[in-house]
Protein backbone atom coordinates (compact mmCIF):
# COMPACT_ATOMS: atom_id res chain seq x y z
CA UNK A 1 0.00 0.00 0.00
CA UNK A 2 1.06 3.89 -0.58
CA UNK A 3 1.43 5.69 2.32
CA UNK A 4 -0.74 8.45 3.54
CA UNK A 5 0.40 12.04 4.34
CA UNK A 6 -2.33 14.38 6.82
CA UNK A 7 -1.16 17.88 6.49
CA UNK A 8 -1.83 20.26 9.51
CA UNK A 9 -2.04 16.85 11.70
CA UNK A 10 -1.08 18.97 14.67
CA UNK A 11 -4.68 20.98 14.17
CA UNK A 12 -7.98 19.46 16.27
CA UNK A 13 -8.90 17.05 13.45
CA UNK A 14 -5.38 15.90 12.06
CA UNK A 15 -4.52 15.12 16.44
CA UNK A 16 -7.22 12.77 15.69
CA UNK A 17 -7.75 11.58 12.10
CA UNK A 18 -3.76 10.47 12.39
CA UNK A 19 -4.33 7.84 15.36
CA UNK A 20 -7.21 6.78 13.32
CA UNK A 21 -6.29 6.21 10.27
CA UNK A 22 -2.73 4.94 11.92
CA UNK A 23 -5.08 2.20 13.68
CA UNK A 24 -6.47 1.04 10.73
CA UNK A 25 -3.45 1.27 8.36
CA UNK A 26 -0.77 0.89 10.46
CA UNK A 27 1.66 3.72 12.47
CA UNK A 28 4.44 3.45 9.56
CA UNK A 29 1.77 4.03 7.01
CA UNK A 30 0.72 7.59 7.88
CA UNK A 31 3.09 10.49 7.91
CA UNK A 32 2.13 13.27 10.35
CA UNK A 33 3.14 16.68 9.26
CA UNK A 34 3.08 20.32 10.41
CA UNK A 35 4.53 23.28 11.00
CA UNK A 36 5.41 23.09 14.75
CA UNK A 37 6.63 20.46 16.25
CA UNK A 38 4.35 17.38 17.84
CA UNK A 39 4.43 16.65 21.63
CA UNK A 40 4.31 13.45 23.05
CA UNK A 41 0.74 13.01 21.81
CA UNK A 42 -0.35 10.13 19.62
CA UNK A 43 0.46 12.45 16.51
CA UNK A 44 4.17 11.17 17.84
CA UNK A 45 3.85 7.15 17.29
CA UNK A 46 4.40 6.83 13.84
CA UNK A 47 6.65 9.34 11.36
CA UNK A 48 6.26 13.03 11.29
CA UNK A 49 7.72 15.62 9.10
CA UNK A 50 8.26 19.06 8.82
CA UNK A 51 6.12 20.21 5.73
CA UNK A 52 4.79 23.88 4.74
CA UNK A 53 2.17 23.76 2.88
CA UNK A 54 3.23 27.08 0.62
CA UNK A 55 6.24 25.48 -0.12
CA UNK A 56 6.04 23.13 -2.42
CA UNK A 57 9.46 21.46 -2.34
CA UNK A 58 8.57 20.64 1.73
CA UNK A 59 5.73 18.17 0.61
CA UNK A 60 7.57 16.97 -3.27
CA UNK A 61 10.64 15.47 -0.65
CA UNK A 62 8.45 13.81 1.51
CA UNK A 63 6.02 12.29 -0.92
CA UNK A 64 8.89 11.05 -2.67
CA UNK A 65 10.67 9.56 0.18
CA UNK A 66 7.60 8.09 1.29
CA UNK A 67 6.01 6.93 -1.68
CA UNK A 68 2.63 8.81 -0.37
CA UNK A 69 -1.05 7.91 -2.39
CA UNK A 70 -3.00 9.70 -0.39
CA UNK A 71 -2.89 12.80 0.90
CA UNK A 72 -5.21 14.15 3.90
CA UNK A 73 -4.51 17.80 3.03
CA UNK A 74 -5.75 19.60 6.85
CA UNK A 75 -3.75 22.54 7.07
CA UNK A 76 -4.91 25.88 7.24
CA UNK A 77 -6.11 29.18 8.80
CA UNK A 78 -10.19 28.84 9.95
CA UNK A 79 -12.67 31.73 9.82
CA UNK A 80 -11.92 34.33 12.45
CA UNK A 81 -7.72 33.62 11.72
CA UNK A 82 -8.62 34.23 8.36
CA UNK A 83 -10.96 36.83 8.39
CA UNK A 84 -7.94 38.62 10.56
CA UNK A 85 -5.01 37.85 8.47
CA UNK A 86 -6.76 37.80 4.83
CA UNK A 87 -3.43 37.89 2.77
CA UNK A 88 -1.81 34.93 5.02
CA UNK A 89 -5.54 32.86 4.07
CA UNK A 90 -5.14 33.68 0.66
CA UNK A 91 -1.66 32.47 0.81
CA UNK A 92 -2.01 29.49 3.50
CA UNK A 93 -5.37 28.61 2.74
CA UNK A 94 -5.66 28.80 -1.16
CA UNK A 95 -1.67 28.81 -1.87
CA UNK A 96 -1.43 25.74 0.44
CA UNK A 97 -3.85 23.62 -1.61
CA UNK A 98 -3.14 24.46 -4.96
CA UNK A 99 0.75 22.62 -4.47
CA UNK A 100 -0.84 20.11 -2.40
CA UNK A 101 -2.65 19.35 -5.74
CA UNK A 102 0.14 19.76 -7.91
CA UNK A 103 2.59 17.26 -6.32
CA UNK A 104 -0.83 15.13 -6.39
CA UNK A 105 -1.04 15.26 -10.28
CA UNK A 106 2.86 14.72 -10.37
CA UNK A 107 2.72 11.65 -7.62
CA UNK A 108 -0.82 10.24 -9.25
CA UNK A 109 -1.85 10.29 -4.94
CA UNK A 110 -6.10 10.53 -3.67
CA UNK A 111 -6.62 14.44 -2.20
CA UNK A 112 -9.32 14.97 0.62
CA UNK A 113 -9.64 18.65 1.06
CA UNK A 114 -11.89 19.62 3.95
CA UNK A 115 -14.08 22.43 2.87
CA UNK A 116 -16.97 23.71 5.65
CA UNK A 117 -19.81 25.35 6.27
CA UNK A 118 -18.01 28.53 5.48
CA UNK A 119 -18.63 28.23 1.70
CA UNK A 120 -21.83 29.43 1.64
CA UNK A 121 -22.51 32.91 2.18
CA UNK A 122 -25.91 35.27 3.64
CA UNK A 123 -28.13 34.74 0.11
CA UNK A 124 -27.53 31.00 0.35
CA UNK A 125 -30.83 29.26 1.62
CA UNK A 126 -30.33 29.33 5.20
CA UNK A 127 -32.24 25.96 6.15
CA UNK A 128 -31.50 22.75 5.11
CA UNK A 129 -28.78 24.07 2.40
CA UNK A 130 -29.03 21.86 -0.25
CA UNK A 131 -25.94 20.40 -1.46
CA UNK A 132 -25.86 22.29 -5.17
CA UNK A 133 -26.90 26.02 -4.27
CA UNK A 134 -26.28 29.44 -4.65
CA UNK A 135 -22.36 30.40 -2.78
CA UNK A 136 -21.56 34.01 -2.41
CA UNK A 137 -19.37 33.55 0.80
CA UNK A 138 -18.45 37.58 2.20
CA UNK A 139 -15.38 35.67 4.32
CA UNK A 140 -11.93 35.24 2.95
CA UNK A 141 -12.27 31.92 4.31
CA UNK A 142 -15.12 31.18 2.69
CA UNK A 143 -13.88 32.53 -0.31
CA UNK A 144 -10.55 30.39 -0.17
CA UNK A 145 -13.23 27.55 0.91
CA UNK A 146 -15.47 27.72 -2.38
CA UNK A 147 -12.13 27.98 -4.88
CA UNK A 148 -10.93 24.61 -3.12
CA UNK A 149 -14.07 23.19 -3.84
CA UNK A 150 -13.52 24.50 -7.80
CA UNK A 151 -9.82 23.65 -7.76
CA UNK A 152 -10.53 20.10 -6.18
CA UNK A 153 -13.21 19.31 -8.98
CA UNK A 154 -11.18 20.92 -12.09
CA UNK A 155 -8.01 18.58 -10.88
CA UNK A 156 -10.43 15.48 -11.08
CA UNK A 157 -12.33 16.56 -14.58
CA UNK A 158 -9.13 17.93 -16.18
CA UNK A 159 -6.21 15.75 -14.98
CA UNK A 160 -7.93 12.91 -13.32
CA UNK A 161 -7.10 13.16 -9.87
CA UNK A 162 -8.68 11.46 -7.19
CA UNK A 163 -9.89 14.53 -5.09
CA UNK A 164 -12.57 14.05 -2.31
CA UNK A 165 -14.43 16.60 0.08
CA UNK A 166 -16.51 17.17 2.80
CA UNK A 167 -18.48 20.66 4.19
CA UNK A 168 -17.47 20.07 7.57
CA UNK A 169 -19.85 22.46 10.21
CA UNK A 170 -18.09 22.99 13.53
CA UNK A 171 -16.18 20.68 15.06
CA UNK A 172 -16.87 19.28 18.79
CA UNK A 173 -13.28 17.72 20.13
CA UNK A 174 -11.53 17.26 23.26
CA UNK A 175 -7.97 16.25 21.98
CA UNK A 176 -6.75 19.01 20.74
CA UNK A 177 -8.36 22.81 21.01
CA UNK A 178 -9.39 24.79 17.50
CA UNK A 179 -8.05 27.72 17.13
CA UNK A 180 -9.74 30.77 15.89
CA UNK A 181 -12.99 29.23 14.13
CA UNK A 182 -16.16 31.03 14.09
CA UNK A 183 -18.15 27.51 16.06
CA UNK A 184 -14.87 27.23 18.51
CA UNK A 185 -17.65 28.81 21.43
CA UNK A 186 -18.91 25.10 21.50
CA UNK A 187 -15.69 23.63 22.39
CA UNK A 188 -14.86 26.17 24.87
CA UNK A 189 -18.00 26.37 26.32
CA UNK A 190 -17.18 22.60 28.08
CA UNK A 191 -13.57 23.53 29.31
CA UNK A 192 -15.30 26.28 31.04
CA UNK A 193 -18.36 24.55 32.45
CA UNK A 194 -15.98 22.03 34.16
CA UNK A 195 -13.48 24.51 34.81
CA UNK A 196 -15.66 27.82 36.33
CA UNK A 197 -19.53 26.63 35.60
CA UNK A 198 -19.74 29.54 33.82
CA UNK A 199 -19.02 31.05 30.39
CA UNK A 200 -19.23 34.15 28.54
CA UNK A 201 -19.98 32.79 24.79
CA UNK A 202 -18.93 35.63 21.99
CA UNK A 203 -21.73 34.47 19.84
CA UNK A 204 -25.67 35.68 20.37
CA UNK A 205 -28.00 32.92 22.49
CA UNK A 206 -29.66 32.47 19.34
CA UNK A 207 -27.01 31.66 17.03
CA UNK A 208 -28.38 28.36 15.24
CA UNK A 209 -25.09 26.21 13.60
CA UNK A 210 -25.05 22.95 12.60
CA UNK A 211 -21.82 20.78 14.47
CA UNK A 212 -20.38 17.54 15.18
CA UNK A 213 -18.63 15.32 17.37
CA UNK A 214 -14.94 14.35 16.44
CA UNK A 215 -15.48 11.22 16.48
CA UNK A 216 -18.02 11.40 13.28
CA UNK A 217 -15.85 13.93 11.76
CA UNK A 218 -12.98 11.69 11.54
CA UNK A 219 -15.06 8.97 10.28
CA UNK A 220 -16.59 10.81 7.40
CA UNK A 221 -13.54 12.16 6.19
CA UNK A 222 -12.42 7.95 6.16
CA UNK A 223 -15.67 6.65 4.79
CA UNK A 224 -15.37 9.21 1.95
CA UNK A 225 -12.05 8.35 0.94
CA UNK A 226 -12.28 4.58 1.14
CA UNK A 227 -16.13 4.91 -0.59
CA UNK A 228 -16.45 3.26 -4.26
CA UNK A 229 -15.54 6.02 -6.79
CA UNK A 230 -18.49 5.01 -8.98
CA UNK A 231 -20.90 5.86 -6.58
CA UNK A 232 -19.65 9.32 -5.86
CA UNK A 233 -22.06 11.67 -8.18
CA UNK A 234 -20.15 14.74 -6.37
CA UNK A 235 -16.60 13.85 -5.24
CA UNK A 236 -15.83 17.34 -3.40
CA UNK A 237 -17.65 19.18 -0.98
CA UNK A 238 -20.63 16.77 0.26
CA UNK A 239 -22.67 18.42 2.95
CA UNK A 240 -22.03 16.61 6.16
CA UNK A 241 -23.82 17.25 9.45
CA UNK A 242 -24.67 15.48 12.69
CA UNK A 243 -26.48 18.03 15.48
CA UNK A 244 -27.85 21.37 14.89
CA UNK A 245 -27.90 23.68 18.31
CA UNK A 246 -27.90 27.36 19.40
CA UNK A 247 -25.88 28.25 22.52
CA UNK A 248 -28.75 28.69 24.24
CA UNK A 249 -29.86 24.89 23.83
CA UNK A 250 -26.39 23.83 24.17
CA UNK A 251 -25.90 25.33 27.80
CA UNK A 252 -29.20 24.04 28.70
CA UNK A 253 -27.84 19.97 27.74
CA UNK A 254 -24.82 21.41 29.79
CA UNK A 255 -26.55 22.44 32.55
CA UNK A 256 -28.68 18.59 33.08
CA UNK A 257 -24.92 17.21 33.84
CA UNK A 258 -24.08 20.75 35.80
CA UNK A 259 -27.15 22.38 37.12
CA UNK A 260 -25.22 25.35 38.24
CA UNK A 261 -23.79 26.25 35.45
CA UNK A 262 -24.58 29.79 33.76
CA UNK A 263 -23.67 31.10 30.23
CA UNK A 264 -23.81 34.75 29.76
CA UNK A 265 -23.05 36.40 26.07
CA UNK A 266 -20.47 38.92 25.40
CA UNK A 267 -21.28 39.37 21.10
CA UNK A 268 -18.20 39.49 19.27
CA UNK A 269 -19.49 41.52 16.01
CA UNK A 270 -16.60 39.75 13.68
CA UNK A 271 -17.70 36.52 14.47
CA UNK A 272 -21.45 37.10 14.99
CA UNK A 273 -21.16 38.45 11.48
CA UNK A 274 -19.72 35.72 10.36
CA UNK A 275 -21.90 33.09 11.92
CA UNK A 276 -24.61 34.81 10.58
CA UNK A 277 -24.00 34.43 6.94
CA UNK A 278 -23.65 30.64 7.72
CA UNK A 279 -26.37 28.33 6.88
CA UNK A 280 -28.41 27.49 10.31
CA UNK A 281 -28.68 23.82 8.70
CA UNK A 282 -27.41 21.77 6.22
CA UNK A 283 -28.78 19.17 3.77
CA UNK A 284 -27.03 15.96 3.90
CA UNK A 285 -28.74 13.63 1.97
CA UNK A 286 -26.16 13.51 -1.05
CA UNK A 287 -23.86 12.14 1.00
CA UNK A 288 -25.88 9.83 2.85
CA UNK A 289 -27.10 8.24 -0.57
CA UNK A 290 -23.88 8.51 -2.26
CA UNK A 291 -21.45 6.80 0.15
CA UNK A 292 -23.40 5.77 3.12
CA UNK A 293 -22.67 8.70 5.48
CA UNK A 294 -24.61 8.34 9.13
CA UNK A 295 -23.21 10.13 11.86
CA UNK A 296 -23.57 8.50 15.33
CA UNK A 297 -23.22 11.23 18.29
CA UNK A 298 -26.49 13.43 18.85
CA UNK A 299 -26.28 16.64 20.96
CA UNK A 300 -26.95 14.04 24.39
CA UNK A 301 -24.22 11.25 23.83
CA UNK A 302 -22.13 14.25 22.47
CA UNK A 303 -22.31 16.41 25.91
CA UNK A 304 -22.14 12.82 27.96
CA UNK A 305 -19.02 12.17 26.14
CA UNK A 306 -17.25 15.29 26.09
CA UNK A 307 -17.61 15.98 29.35
CA UNK A 308 -16.44 12.51 30.80
CA UNK A 309 -13.27 12.70 28.56
CA UNK A 310 -12.82 16.47 29.58
CA UNK A 311 -13.30 15.65 33.27
CA UNK A 312 -10.34 13.55 32.73
CA UNK A 313 -8.28 15.41 30.32
CA UNK A 314 -8.60 18.39 33.01
CA UNK A 315 -8.28 15.96 36.23
CA UNK A 316 -11.27 17.42 37.51
CA UNK A 317 -13.70 14.73 39.26
C1 LIG B 1 -14.69 27.74 11.76
O1 LIG B 1 -15.48 28.10 12.65
O2 LIG B 1 -13.97 28.50 11.12
C2 LIG B 1 -14.66 26.28 11.40
C3 LIG B 1 -15.61 25.96 10.31
C4 LIG B 1 -17.05 25.82 10.59
O3 LIG B 1 -15.21 25.83 9.20
N1 LIG B 1 -14.93 25.47 12.56
Redesign the pocket.
Known amino acids: MRRILVTGALGQIGSELVPALRERYGADQVIASDIRMPAQTGSSDGPFEYVDCTVKRTIDEVLRRYDVGTIYHLASL???TAEEKPHAAWDINMGGLYRVLEVARESRSAVFFPS???AFGPNTPKDRTPQDTLQRPTTM?GVTKVAGELLCDYYHRRFGLDTRGLR????ISYVAP?GG????YAVEIFYEAIRNRRYTCFLGPDTCLDMMYMPDAVKAAIDLMTADPRQLLHRNAFNVTAVNFTPEQLAAEIRKHIPEFTIEYEVDPVRQAIADSWPNSLDDGAAREQWGWQPEYDLESLTQDMLANLRKKLRVG
Open positions: LSASIGYYPGIPGTTD
